[in-house]
């Protein structure tokens, strides 16, 4: 159904003479809504203009509904009921306690899942219900309730908050160190690679600072997207990589990887919570946004 919203009259004028109406009394209907009882008695007069008829009948101390009025008020009650509730709506959360959450799949499997457990014995009646995937899903017709992107932060329509910054560093297996090692050995190390421009931005540093050739490298793994994969192979022992440090921090701390030559580069993309702006007013998006927070304090 199509409504003309310019044969409408001024939302406000329609509000004054709700209040007026209810309260037979432009007096009190001004107290109420705390402004002058003459900015009451304009928007009247406004409306009566808009469509033509007159709405009430001026006592000294008291209004009256005329007719005409009398026949407007259950539909401008009903309307201003229903703006009430299809407000409430959006911030109602039918199912509060399960959350909804789709994470870039390298956070999940590497960072965010095997935390999960600390969060639900936190909150043991809230369920986590999680959606790894590396693309950008559409809130709409879904019940999703937070998104978690590697990004720039910019999201149109959503509401987008900082979460956590990275960098790239430069790692191997401990079992591929060699003694006095330098930048030029790594010629003769297999290089596991993911494609991409932040990535890209890392290494460019790296080979500008060491005065290295791209392609004097033996690049024996590539992959599109896919950060999982690569640092699976890192650990693996297959290789040398450039790779986030979040992802892999307590690796290093672990010494089940090396961090090379003290290399690292900030990267151009963060982590971002986003969602629309009414989902973190719902209880379970607090909790967890607040959980988030302080677990990646012992990110050092």
């Not at 159904?1 to 309260?23: D, G």
């Not at 009025?69 to 009650?77: A, D």
């Not at 890192?234 to 040398?240: E, H, N, P, R, T």
Request: with cysteine; hydrophobic share 40%.
């Amino acid at each position: 159904m199509n409504i003309t919203l310019k044969k409408l009259p001024p939302l406000n004028s329609l509000r004054y003479f709700l209040v007026a109406a209810q309260t037979l009394s432009f007096k009190k209907a001004a107290e109420q809504l705390f402004v002058t009882q003459a900015a009451i008695s304009q928007h009247i007069k406004t409306l009566e203009t808009h469509i033509g008829v007159q709405l009430f009948t001026r006592g000294t101390r008291q209004v009256f509904l005329t007719e005409d009025g009398k026949r407007l008020i259950p539909y401008v009650q009903a309307g201003f009921e229903n703006f009430i509730k299809g407000v409430a709506l959006l911030s109602e959360d039918t199912n509060p306690d399960v959350l909804n959450v789709t994470v870039v799949e390298s956070l999940s499997f590497r960072w965010l899942v095997p935390r999960l457990q600390f969060f639900q014995k936190q909150y043991p009646k809230i369920r986590v219900r999680l959606e790894p995937s590396n693309k950008v899903r559409d809130f709409a017709g879904t019940d999703i309730d937070l998104a978690i992107r590697f990004g720039k932060g910019h999201y149109p329509g959503l509401e987008s908050r900082l979460f956590l910054k990275d960098k790239y560093v430069l790692v191997c297996h401990p079992s591929l160190i060699q003694s006095s090692m330098t930048p030029q050995d790594l010629y003769k190390l297999p290089l596991l690679e993911e494609n991409g421009p932040v990535t890209g931005d890392a290494w460019g540093k790296f080979l500008a600072i060491h005065k290295l050739e791209d392609l004097k490298f033996n690049k024996t793994l590539e992959v599109d997207d896919s950060t999982v994969t690569i640092v699976d192979a890192v650990l693996a022992g297959q290789g040398f990589a450039m790779l986030r440090y979040n992802l892999i921090y307590q690796q290093i701390q672990r010494r089940q990887l090396v961090s090379l030559f003290d290399f690292s580069h900030p990267s151009a993309y963060s982590y971002y919570l986003i969602a629309p702006s009414h989902h973190f007013n719902k209880p379970k998006v607090q909790l967890f946004e607040k959980w988030l927070i302080e677990a990646i304090a012992d990110i050092h």
